[in-house]
């Protein structure tokens, strides 16, 4: 199972941008499609965007399209979530997976990082 970390959370205020990233160890990345998930309080974890193990597929919920990016690098073995335009709510925290396989469900990835906060101010 790969492990996953996450990093670049923070505070930004609405219109700004972060840009997450999610760095791999124990397996390389180059075999899994990655996706970011995000969790807002007291609310489920819900998809954000997934990303083809070479990078050349992508898939965004419509919450998210056209504002946020995917994006990885297997050579660094770490992939990417730029978000622009920031709204209040897409405040989250923000969790990325890896997949053997594709989708847009939870139950879709057996690998899980343990999450970064993402605060989004008006």
């Known amino acids: 199972q790969v492990h996953l970390v996450e990093s670049g959370g923070g505070l930004a205020q609405a219109g700004g941008s972060l840009r997450l990233s999610c760095a791999a160890s124990g397996r390389t990345i180059s075999s899994y499609a990655m996706g970011w998930f995000r969790q807002a309080p007291g609310k489920e974890r819900k998809f954000v965007a997934v990303?083809?193990?070479?990078?050349?597929?992508?898939y965004y919920a419509d919450s998210v399209k056209g504002r946020f990016t995917i994006s990885r690098d297997n050579a660094k073995n770490t992939m990417y979530l730029q978000l622009n335009s920031l709204k209040p709510e897409d405040t989250a925290v923000y969790y990325c997976a890896a997949t053997m396989g594709w989708g847009d469900r939870e139950r879709d990835f057996g690998s899980w990082g343990q999450g970064t906060q993402v605060t989004v101010s008006a």
């Open positions: 990303i083809g193990s070479s990078g050349g597929s992508t």
